[in-house]
């Protein structure tokens, strides 16, 4: 008899040293299940509302600017940007910002295009895809005549429909007087003077004048001031005496329209400047694209986690 309550006794341990063996096994289990929910939670909490860090605003340029037009409609049509605002100031500001920004890898949200230095200097940028195509794709500068201008000044309008050149071209201009603290007009002289090959073909069977006088009006962009200072000095190689105005985007197709200017080099067709040059197509005399490549958009550093316009979040 005591043999058997020794077995007895043997077994109530086995059952007992089991039922404590499950349940520190089953307390383990929950001490994981915590910590991967408490580490579910720090991921949660560690991701960056880049829309909430940049107050759901998008640093702009100049007030009626194409691009700034096309950003205005970009919060219209996408739902990502309900609530969202566009600073509208100036290049200028736009880029001081940008610079900050960079400078303390903080987020930044602004509008961008190209040809511009700001690529040059900061290459780790990226476009935010645009699935609705608020921005269109590549776009062309193209070269615009004032009505007449062919007959009443042959040799200057032959020279304005053969200006071309490239996206690298322009932008070597506008980094280089950024980076120097050069005039874009100076730097622009040297290098019509170093590319002359490349200019020749501009002046490819146009006879040299004597002080035919040729008003070209642009924006005050970086861009347009590259374009504009180059062909003004190769014009003026060829014996006319070039006049460039500066003026709003607007004021750029009116102008032309009104035969107050002889020619522009500065209309961003098909999308960024389509409306103004829509409104005076019947005046105008569209000479084709002088550069080809362009491209405009909202633009992001590359250290922000965000691919595309709906990646973001209304207010």
Known sequence: MFASLKKLEFKRSIVFISILACMLFLAACSDNDSAEGDNDDETTDDAVNYSEEVDYTITGIEPGAGISVATEEAIEEYDSLQGWDVELSSTAAMMSELDQA????EPIIITGWN???????????????DPKEVYGGEENINSIAKLGLEEEKPEAYKMISQF?????????????????????????????????????????????VDGV???LVSTPWDS??????????AMEQKGFKV???????????????????????????PITHQEFFDKHEDNLDDLGPNLKGAKIGIVVPEYMDLDSIEDLEAK
């Open 102 to 105: 960079m400078n303390k890898e």
């Open 213 to 215: 006088e040729v008003e």
């Open 164 to 208: 071309e050149w490239d996206v690298e071209d322009m932008e070597e201009i506008m980094y280089e007087a950024q980076d120097s603290g050069e005039e874009v007009e100076d730097v622009a002289k040297r290098w019509v003077e170093d590319n002359e090959d490349k200019v020749a073909k501009w002046g490819e069977g146009v006879d040299d």
């Open 224 to 233: 347009e001031r590259a374009s504009s200072g180059v062909l003004k000095e």
């Open 115 to 129: 040809p511009h230095w700001m690529f040059a200097k900061y290459p780790d940028m990226k476009y935010l895809d």
């Open 243 to 269: 006049e460039v105005t500066p003026v709003d985007v607007a004021v750029v197709f009116e102008t032309v329209a009104n035969g107050d200017a002889d020619a522009t080099i500065a209309a961003w067709l």
